[in-house]
């Protein structure tokens, strides 16, 4: 609509050059019934221009002019507007002082008398990054097809909305489908080169003009067809047709249901509270990326739990005397592990992924019992009087956790993700081990504590 707009105010400047005489003559530039306008958007725009007047000294010389800014007009109005039926405008009439005479302009290439450039009768956009998206189309090139004109070559060859137009031929269309199709003859036979439904297909077709019938063809608005919906997620040929992401990071809040009975009876026989034996809060962090076309992602996740206590007790030695010690523990349980993910888009916004996470898990029990002393000859007996230990017990696991997840998208950076897994560790080694002054011994009678249950996750995801 500017380039139209603009093209009647360049019109008026051109036209009125420096030197002309004062007098002012009313001159109405009539479009009138030879302007066949076809496309219902810019009917508005045309009613608005059949009756411009402009106020000018006109000659007889700038007769000349007139015609041939008119003509550079309505050359520009097909060029940009080339889906309309506007090849009729052939002629302006122009009245002065109830006088008229007519400026005839030259047909173009558009003219149903004249070789056409071929036409397929779709209506296009450039493809916008979150479409692109919405479409799983990766590339860089192509044109989106937004609707389709009734009885066209595009519409006998079943082209569609939402499809991308990568190339006819061998010739790659960068946006610039009228420009390829000008290099194309009207009668040839094409390949057309679309991606729909997540997957390229071919499409032969024989082009055609804008008026094959020899009379003027009725061209109305098609519809989009929507050829997927929020219930149909996946193609014949298993491709996502909606985005499943490229990847993100996070911070993972874990509630993980496994037994700690074998460390309560530890810290309480030390005389502390029992930690929680239905599950623990575990504090975590992780990131995933998609690693090829078939939707798979892998990641790295490490998550951990830690608590410590200490507290002042009174023991007597073998003497009946009081002796004040202070024990303390720090229990911390941790895992880490890479994951393999293969994601489902349900909708633009909605996933699923179920995967696998291989890893190493531990726990470790650090306990530690000291009395006072207060000069420097009590630091033998300090060592010696059995009062002041430290042990440091550690259980190891190899770690496999099934997982499914759910990620929902709030935002382009910010989804919601829950997720539900089941973690198995497996010892390698029987009971405990405890580590002193360096070296490493095996824990006669201590179990043989399992790690396993259930985990359950929901928190924020940066990315998709």
Known sequence: MKEVISFFLLLFILITPQGLKSETHNIIIDLGDTATIIKEQISTLLNTLQQIEINVNLTEEQKENVRIQIQAGVDQLRQELQNIEIYELDSVEIIRDGNSFTVTTSPTTNSPNTNQTPYLGVYSSSISVSKARQLNYDYNYGTLITSVQRNTAAWD????????????????????????????????????????????????????????????????????????????TVSKKGVNIFDVGDGGVAWYPIWYAFDVSDVNKVISDYGFTKLNNDG???NGFGFKGNIDEKDFFIGFMY??????????????????????????????????????????????????????????????????QASGFNQWDDISNHGLSGHSTYDKLNKSYILAQPRFEAMYRLVDWLSLRAEVGYMYGYSPYNGWKNKVVGDVYEVPGSPNTKYQGWSFSIGPWLGF
């Not at 009668?187 to 032969?204: A, D, K, N, S």
């Open 157 to 232: 060859a079943d082209i569609r909305a939402d499809d991308i137009i990568m190339a006819i031929n061998e010739i790659r269309v960068e946006n610039n489908l009228s420009n390829v199709l000008s290099r194309f003859s009207i009668g040839e036979t094409v390949t057309l080169h679309i991606f729909r439904r997540g997957e390229p297909i071919e499409i032969e077709m024989t082009l055609q003009g804008r008026n094959r019938d020899s009379g003027t063809t009725t061209h109305v608005m098609r519809e989009p067809i929507v050829y997927h919906t929020t219930q149909e």
């Open 280 to 282: 623990l809060f575990f």
């Open 303 to 368: 998550a951990w739990y830690s608590n410590e206590r200490k507290m002042n007790r009174t023991l007597q030695d073998a003497n009946g005397e009081d002796i004040p010690v202070v024990r303390s523990y720090r229990y911390v349980t941790d895992y880490w592990g890479i994951s393999l993910d293969k994601r489902f888009a349900l909708s633009a916004n909605f996933l699923v992924s179920p995967g696998v996470m291989l890893g190493w898990a531990s726990q470790r029990l650090q306990l530690f």
